[in-house]
């Protein structure tokens, strides 16, 4: 099992420019979640998606959307980057729905944005 | 908003010396986990502690938890060069919360 993984690894963009952030993965798992991890200020939730077919706001959404493709798939989009969005994004799973999950993470993808 | 604040922001010690890393939170929560983050890596699940425990233990790993003084402490026993890396400690918030909310960290450096 490869668990969950992340494309790309590394992405520089232009102000202004779009990308998605792709995540998947492997283990059957329910919920996924997407975080950003800036220095010294631990991860926070953009995003997740509690089951195939809901995704729902974390703590700083804005600038950013999501789709739960499938089960399997969980992706972010930057419709218009900012250098703000520098920095490195973690996708990660959790088996179920609800509170005593723990959950699993991808190598991460970062991001520069000039 | 971050929820934990772990004490100390670093830590450098020798092998076989014991770690103690501290995590304050702010709410009533439903359960505390603490993370591993080697560089450059993803986080890895440690343990994961529910508000009705006081204590837990998974190898070499001990947690607390004092919901009356919303803290918990991760001790690391025997430590080894292996160990070095940054360590989170994150909160489902009680009630009516599903998501983690993570601390900062603690760097965590072990020296041969």
């Known amino acids: 099992n490869a668990g969950v993984t992340q494309t790309p690894k590394f992405q520089v963009l232009k102000t202004g420019q779009s990308m998605t952030l792709q995540c998947a993965q492997d283990m059957n798992h329910n919920s996924m979640y997407w975080y950003r991890q800036d220095p010294g200020m631990g991860l926070r939730l953009i995003y997740y998606?509690?089951?195939?077919?809901?995704?729902d706001k974390g703590e700083v959404p804005n600038g950013y959307n999501v789709s739960r493709l499938n089960k399997r798939e969980f992706s972010l989009r930057l419709e218009s980057a900012a250098p703000s969005q520098t920095s490195v994004y973690f996708c990660?799973?959790?088996?179920?729905?609800?509170?005593?999950?723990?959950?699993?993470f991808g190598p991460g993808t970062r991001l520069t944005v000039l | 908003s971050q929820q934990g604040e772990e004490d100390p922001q670093a830590l450098s010690i020798q092998e076989g010396e014991n770690a103690t890393m501290n995590c304050s939170y702010k709410t009533s929560i439903n359960n505390l986990q603490w993370y591993r983050q080697n560089s450059g890596r993803g986080l890895v699940h440690l343990i994961l502690?529910?508000?009705?425990?006081r204590e837990k233990h998974s190898g070499r790993l001990r947690v607390t938890l004092d919901t009356s003084k919303k803290s918990s402490s991760l001790l690391i026993t025997a430590s080894r060069a292996a160990d070095t890396a940054s360590y989170f400690c994150?909160?489902?918030?009680?009630?009516?919360?599903?998501?983690?909310?993570f601390g900062k960290g603690t760097m965590l450096l072990v020296s041969p």
């Open positions: 998606s509690a089951s195939e077919g809901t995704t």
């Open positions: 994150a909160t489902v918030r009680s009630p009516g919360y599903s998501t983690l909310t």
């Open positions: 502690i529910r508000s009705n425990e």
């Open positions: 990660a799973s959790s088996p179920r729905e609800g509170v005593y999950n723990e959950q699993f």
